[in-house]
């Protein structure tokens, strides 16, 4: 590596950024050494650290104003209710959240919705586990009549391709586990982006969200569904507020649906129409 190139650029970054990354790097004796990145942070690794090695960002002149090809709407499903509150650790938590026939119920109910309107003709369902999440939704929404496609670390690529463009052809919900799709996939043609996993982190959230972004003949929106399990997860959802202002500036469109589960029965409410 030493001594061999003139110029290095160093594509996706920030997601390569190892201890054998940042040696190689220092090794290097190149007369130039560029960095490409989309999100330029991690949870542990901010622009200001990437800086340290790799000197100043260099933006481009019409960054401010051309970030994405399309800013998303957003609609936030604010479910609110009192049955998880006793859990043992984070873990624990999760697994309840995924058991609750109830939730489960009103999430599905939701995407048939979105699904049936004039809206939504392509999504993308992003969920966490592949083993519990990907094949639960993907049988409810058979159930219903929703054409639907999985993709997770079990599918193989050329099967992902086919199915993703079978869903293109019919309409449907492709069912996507966040960490197969990060960043080795665009797809397009996407009109809404359901986001089913609890997160918080800014780069997993924009990485998330950017699927739908990309310009496509005759599409001239993006819809973002934000899922937010309120109160126990109110901090998350609080977290990809301020990344949805801070990224698509504080003028996006974010429109709060709340819809209320309580196990009292003096305390149901009638969830609000999508």
Same mark, same amino acid.
């Given at each position: 590596?030493?001594?061999?190139?003139?110029?290095?650029?160093?594509?996706?970054?920030?997601?390569? %950024?190892?201890?054998?990354?940042?040696?190689?790097?220092?090794?290097?004796?190149?007369?130039? +050494? %560029?960095?490409?990145?989309?999100?330029?942070?991690?949870?542990?690794?901010?622009?200001?650290?990437? #800086?340290?090695?790799?000197?100043?960002?260099?933006?481009?002149?019409?960054?401010?104003?051309?970030?994405?090809?399309?800013?998303?709407?957003? #609609?936030?499903?604010?479910?609110?209710?009192?049955?998880?509150?006793?859990?043992?650790?984070?873990?624990? +938590?999760?697994? #309840?959240?995924?058991?609750?026939?109830?939730?489960?119920?009103?999430?599905?109910?939701?995407?048939?919705?979105? *699904?049936?309107?004039?809206?939504?003709?392509?999504?993308?369902?992003?969920?966490?586990?592949?083993?519990?999440?990907?094949? *639960?939704?993907?049988?409810?929404?058979?159930?219903?009549?929703?054409?639907?496609?999985?993709?997770?670390?079990?599918?193989?690529?050329?099967?992902?391709?086919?199915?993703?463009?079978?869903?293109?052809?019919?309409?449907?919900?492709?069912?996507?586990?966040?960490?197969?799709?990060?960043?080795?996939?665009?797809?397009?043609?996407?009109?809404?982006?359901?986001?089913?996993?609890?997160?918080?982190?800014?780069?997993?959230?924009?990485?998330?969200?950017?699927?739908?972004?990309?310009?496509?003949?005759?599409?001239?929106?993006?819809?973002?569904?934000?899922?937010?399990?309120?109160?126990?997860?109110?901090? #998350?959802?609080?977290?990809?507020?301020? @990344?949805?202002?801070?990224?698509?500036?504080?003028?996006?469109?974010? @429109?709060?649906?709340?819809?209320?589960?309580? @196990?009292?029965?003096?305390?149901?409410? @009638?969830?609000?129409?999508?």
């Amino acid at each position: 590596f030493e001594w061999r190139f003139w110029v290095v650029i160093i594509d996706e970054c920030d997601y390569n %950024f190892s201890p054998a990354m940042l040696n190689a790097i220092c090794k290097c004796d190149c007369d130039a +050494l %560029f960095w490409l990145s989309w999100t330029p942070k991690r949870k542990e690794l901010d622009k200001d650290d990437m #800086q340290l090695v790799f000197w100043d960002l260099i933006k481009i002149k019409t960054q401010d104003s051309n970030w994405y090809n399309i800013i998303p709407d957003i #609609q936030r499903i604010l479910y609110t209710t009192d049955r998880f509150f006793n859990f043992k650790d984070w873990h624990d +938590l999760k697994n #309840q959240l995924i058991g609750d026939v109830s939730r489960i119920q009103t999430q599905v109910d939701s995407l048939v919705q979105y *699904m049936n309107t004039e809206q939504t003709k392509w999504g993308l369902l992003l969920v966490e586990r592949k083993e519990q999440e990907c094949e *639960m939704y993907y049988k409810e929404l058979k159930d219903r009549w929703i054409h639907c496609c999985i993709v997770n670390g079990d599918t193989k690529a050329e099967d992902d391709e086919r199915n993703i463009s079978d869903v293109h052809n019919k309409g449907g919900i492709i069912i996507w586990t966040v960490w197969k799709m990060w960043r080795g996939k665009d797809i397009p043609f996407l009109d809404t982006i359901f986001l089913f996993f609890p997160n918080k982190f800014e780069s997993s959230t924009i990485q998330a969200v950017g699927r739908g972004l990309r310009s496509f003949p005759w599409k001239k929106w993006c819809l973002l569904v934000d899922w937010c399990d309120m109160p126990i997860l109110r901090n #998350q959802a609080y977290e990809r507020l301020q @990344t949805y202002k801070s990224e698509y500036t504080e003028n996006v469109k974010v @429109t709060d649906i709340k819809i209320l589960d309580y @196990t009292k029965e003096e305390d149901k409410v @009638t969830s609000t129409n999508i």
